[in-house]
């Protein structure tokens, strides 16, 4: 990839305020994105910058198409002399890398075109970069997001928005609220304006802050809220809500409400295997054999039986014992062996003194790297 190209396009936000913009992104960074550009542009300034949109769209996958694309980018955005024409290009640079997959790339690019010295006209334009990166932390929660992006958003979310546009903001202050509970830092919920809205992402996150307390009581009521409120709940986060409450219940020993919102997160999701692990813990737990059996056996299924599920195995290895199936109890011990046994003896050399803290971390790290069928951890 060449660098300079890289390097070139990322000087262009050096001059990127006080253009009134009217310019709009729906759905930033899908197949769906559309583009409505501000009026004010002359012909040839508009012709230009549709280009560099259309050629970063076009690449897919293609290192051939994506070199040529950056060549054209930067060419194109060298004639474009508006300010937002050559925020555009910094767009549509980073949108070429997403396109790859090159992540990390991407995310700088767009974190850089959110974080410049900028004015309220350069909204549309934050959006769409704020849009890519939710859609970045979407496929690649690794990636750390960082907190000067935060203001960024605050700003943003005083301005008067769409409800699709808001919810884009909300979306990114709340993985950066995920993001800080995942370190552990203790002023958590500190600078969010959007924790204190009655909205659904409002609810979400004063559930999780809850659960960071051990305040199950609220993170109930708050997950609750989350499922009536009023702004439609997001679809991407309603199974997490549902694993969430389907814990706390199971904690607090509500088990039959526990396993009804287990149930209610379907198969296609990334919760799936987590819901589907704690509600057959809960029927093994209840002398439920059977159901155990039924609910834990979907993930020695298909592609299920690529997640990293240890503890089911053991689970369903005893619920079959528990039912006098002692052949197929054994297979099942046999699987665990067979796929865990490297990590095991792995940590036992490894971790030494270090203790447990991170020890799933570490089992799926090691299973990942040596095992690329199976999939990486998903966190909570």
């Not at 050559?86 to 992540?103: K, P």
């Not at 990334?270 to 439920?288: E, I, R, T, W």
Request: a neutral charge; one cysteine or more.
């Amino acid at each position: 990839m060449n660098v300079k190209i890289f390097l070139l396009i990322g000087s262009f936000i050096c001059a990127s305020q006080g253009m009134a913009s009217q310019t709009h992104v729906e759905q930033p960074c899908s197949s769906d994105e559309k583009w409505n550009l501000n009026s004010s542009y002359t012909s040839d300034s508009k012709s230009r910058i549709e280009s560099m949109i259309s050629t970063a769209t076009r690449v897919k996958n293609s290192s051939k198409k994506a070199i040529d694309g950056l060549e054209s980018i930067a060419l194109l955005s060298k004639k474009e002399t508006t300010k937002e024409g050559q925020l555009i290009a910094l767009y549509a640079t980073g949108r070429v890398y997403f396109e790859l997959g090159y992540y990390h790339l991407a995310q700088k690019l767009f974190n850089v075109l959110i974080q410049r010295k900028h004015d309220i006209s350069g909204a549309g334009i934050d959006i769409a970069g704020i849009g890519c990166l939710n859609e970045i932390h979407h496929r690649a929660p690794f990636l750390a997001l960082p907190e000067a992006n935060l203001p960024v958003y605050e700003n943003l979310a005083k301005q008067s928005l769409s409800a699709k546009d808001k919810e884009v903001v909300h979306e990114a202050e709340f993985a950066l609220l995920q993001e800080r509970l995942r370190d552990g830092k203790t002023d958590t919920g500190s600078g969010f304006s959007f924790l204190k809205q009655n909205t659904a992402y409002s609810f979400l996150g004063n559930a999780l802050l809850a659960l960071n307390r051990g305040d199950k009581n609220l993170a109930v009521r708050s997950l609750n809220d989350f499922f009536k409120a009023k702004t439609e709940s997001p679809i991407r986060h309603r199974d997490l809500a549902y694993l969430l409450l389907a814990r706390t219940y199971a904690s607090q020993r509500k088990f039959p409400s526990a396993i009804q919102n287990f149930a209610h997160i379907t198969n296609h999701s990334n919760y799936f295997p987590d819901a589907v692990s704690d509600m057959g813990s809960l029927q093994l737990a209840g002398g439920k054999y059977s159901d155990a059996v039924n609910s834990l056996s979907n993930l020695e299924l298909g592609t299920l039986s690529h997640t990293f599920h240890p503890e089911a195995n053991i689970r369903l290895a005893s619920a079959l014992t528990q039912l006098c199936q002692y052949p197929a109890a054994r297979d099942t011990l046999t699987v665990y062996s067979g796929r865990y046994s490297q990590a095991s003896e792995y940590l036992k050399n490894a971790l030494g003194s270090e203790g447990s803290q991170s020890l799933y971390s570490r089992i799926a790290r090691f299973q990942t790297e040596n095992s690329p069928s199976l999939g990486e951890e998903i966190v909570v």
